[in-house]
């Protein structure tokens, strides 16, 4: 009856499935107690990614004030243990995806988009479990979409312009998709600017002669 990792992680897991105000709070006691016992040699309890990833998840969930801060310091305790030694705690796309989002929700979309440029600068450094994909960089998008920032059009441009480049290049698999325009779409229709309705046009026609060339 010892519980293990295997015991307290699906605990972990019904926290960041929880829609309690408190789930975050919840979810990191458990990953606190989880520590505590493996580091006296109490338990077998050792987190590992997973863990850590599913309280990040879970803050990431959150409607809580800094609850993205909460989530990138999670991340930069993983790569601090990781540094150290605790091989079983170095941060993968996952990690960086969920902080991403977690900006991405607080409206935060610069953040969200160091984040993403700060995983393409470790995966191009040779660093292949953070190599970003196509929810890394739509995630991005999306972000830029709900900004209220007057530059928001083009620096969601900008971003599904990278999604091409690197697809194309053949560096990542981010081939955009019908998700990754209407985004960008949506972000013109969003926006005041005098350009925005033929650029939002634009963006459609693009689409139409992509899948009259058989990119369905």
Request: hydrophobic share 35%; glycine share 4%.
């Amino acid at each position: 009856m010892t519980p293990t990792v295997r015991s307290l992680s699906p605990v972990l897991d019904a926290w960041s499935k929880s829609a309690s105000p408190e789930a975050p709070q919840r979810a990191e006691q458990i990953l606190s107690r989880m520590r505590q016992h493996f580091e006296s040699g109490e338990l077998d309890t050792r987190p590992n990614n997973v863990s850590y990833n599913t309280v990040i998840n879970c803050w990431a969930k959150s409607r809580q004030p800094g609850a993205a801060e909460r989530a990138e310091s999670i991340l930069r305790e993983m790569q601090g243990r990781y540094k150290v030694g605790d091989e079983v705690l170095k941060p993968d796309v996952i990690t960086y995806n969920s902080v991403i989002n977690a900006y991405a929700k607080a409206g935060k979309a610069e953040k969200a988009e160091a984040l993403l440029d700060e995983t393409y600068d470790a995966f191009i450094n040779g660093n292949e479990s953070v190599k970003p994909n196509v929810r890394s960089f739509s995630t991005v998008l999306d972000a830029w979409s709900k900004s209220a920032s007057p530059e928001a059009p083009q620096r969601a441009e900008q971003i599904l312009s990278r999604m091409r480049q690197h697809f194309e290049s053949g560096e990542l698999d981010t081939r955009p998709n019908n998700v990754s325009y209407n985004i960008l779409i949506n972000c013109w229709a969003n926006s005041r600017q005098r350009e925005s309705v033929a650029n939002a046009e634009s963006l459609l026609n693009e689409m139409l002669s992509l899948a009259e060339a058989g990119d369905k």
